[in-house]
Structure formats: structure tokens, C-alpha cells
């Protein structure tokens, strides 16, 4: 075995020693915090070491490229899966990050806030409503954060496709699962690609067991009504 294959053993051995990595996202029954910021730390460490492993590999192609040709391509596709592998992560530990508002503000709050928010923005933006006609409970962690990214998203769509002049976002409670309705008079949907904003707002809802449904009316206008299953009933200590 080359000097490369010794050292690149010894990069991989944290790797694969490491303890399986904590879930940042709680059980969707908890009201706690989505994640532990110690997690989210011990998560962030882990991923800047395998992309600092990464870059030593790198490195180390380089320099035998010439005496150990198959050695350095055998580095180089490494490091290539180690840096998918780390932005793949990182962009999960992003997704499931709760936004500081909804603790500060709840969703219909921290929904106001951004609808203001977007409100101050230069150029055509809609004038936004947030309509809640019935208080919300406290929800379920992840399905308070699902319904605000979904909505947020929603909101981001309509701002920058829709040519909208009015938008509306209603939130209300069925007996099972929470509605987010947004509805815009913009030009609606065009016959392209789904965009990544769209496949996020049905993933987010897939997590937590929901669905996205999005129509275009015949006269102009997007619908993206978004149903979350809620369970609200007491639970045993």
C-alpha cells in the first residue's frame, strides 16, 4: 500500500468511527424545539472535517498525480462523494433549522412579519393579506414549521412570477390537519419545468405527511392550497 492509500485511510477512519448523527428534526408530536443547537453544532463540525478531508485529498492527488496516477484518481472520486455527501447534509441541517419568529411571534405572526416584509421590497409587489379567522393552537413543531416555509414559498412564487396585485394567505383548522391556502390574481402558472421552490413546498409537505395541490384558473390567478395532518389530541404522560 502507497503512503497515499495510508494517509488516505487515516482521513477516512473518522468517518467511519463517527456515531451515528443525531436527528435535528424532533418527533412531529413534539412541541419542543426542532432541533438542539448542540446537535446543529456537533452536525456542522462533522461536515466542515469531511470537507477539510476532502480538500487534503485533493491536495494529495495533486502531488502523485504523476508516481501514483490511479491513486490520485482513486482521491479525487472520494473526495468528489465526500463534498456531495457535505453539501447534501448541510442543505438538510438549513431545511430543518426553526425560524426564531415562530417562537417569538407563532406562525401567524411570523407570517405577518414577512408579509410586511415583503411589502417593502422596489418594484411590482402585491399588497399581501394574512387571514386567520379562528386562533391556532399550539401545533405540533414540524408541522409549524412546514406550514411556514410552505407559505413563505408560496408568498416568494407569487413576488417574483406572479405579476400579482393582490395575494391572500389563509391559515385555518379542520378537526385533523391545518389548511394553508394562498391565493393570488397574478397571471398564473406557465407550461414550464417545475421550479425548485415548487418541489420544496411538496417536500416540506411530505414530511410531515401532507400535500401540496397548485391550480391556475381559467382567468388568470394561482391557487397553492397546502393540507397538513394535525393531531391534537391530549397526550399521556
Not at 473518522?14 to 456537533?42: H, K, M, N, T
Not at 463540525?45 to 495533486?62: F, N, P, Q, S, Y
Amino acid at each position: 500500500m502507497t503512503a497515499i492509500a495510508n494517509i488516505a485511510e487515516i482521513l477516512d477512519a473518522p468517518a467511519r468511527e463517527a456515531p451515528e448523527r443525531p436527528a435535528l428534526i424532533v418527533d412531529q408530536g413534539d412541541d419542543a424545539a426542532v432541533f438542539s443547537y448542540g446537535d446543529l453544532r456537533a452536525e456542522t463540525e462533522r461536515w466542515v472535517a469531511t470537507l477539510a478531508g476532502a480538500g487534503i485529498k485533493l491536495d494529495l492527488a495533486r502531488q502523485s498525480v504523476r508516481d501514483d496516477p490511479e491513486g490520485a484518481d482513486r482521491l479525487i472520486d472520494e473526495a468528489r462523494t465526500d463534498v456531495r455527501t457535505a453539501i447534501g447534509e448541510i442543505r438538510r441541517m438549513a431545511r430543518d433549522l426553526r425560524p426564531p419568529t415562530l417562537d417569538a411571534l407563532g406562525l401567524e405572526g411570523a407570517l405577518r412579519e414577512q408579509a410586511a416584509g415583503l411589502a417593502t421590497q422596489s418594484g411590482d409587489v402585491p399588497v399581501i393579506i394574512v387571514a386567520v379567522p379562528e386562533p391556532l393552537p399550539p401545533l405540533p413543531a414540524a408541522v409549524e414549521v412546514a406550514a411556514y416555509r410552505i407559505a413563505i414559498e408560496a408568498l416568494l412564487n407569487v413576488v417574483r412570477h406572479a405579476a400579482a396585485q393582490h395575494c391572500e394567505v389563509r391559515l385555518s383548522l379542520g378537526d385533523d390537519e391545518l389548511e394553508i391556502d394562498v391565493v393570488d390574481d397574478g397571471q398564473g402558472r406557465g407550461g414550464g419545468p417545475t421550479g425548485v421552490g415548487t418541489r420544496a413546498m411538496h417536500e416540506r409537505a411530505a414530511e410531515v405527511g401532507g400535500e401540496v395541490t397548485i391550480e391556475t384558473s381559467a382567468g388568470g390567478g394561482t391557487r397553492v392550497l397546502a393540507r397538513l395532518p394535525v393531531d391534537l389530541s391530549p397526550r399521556r404522560a
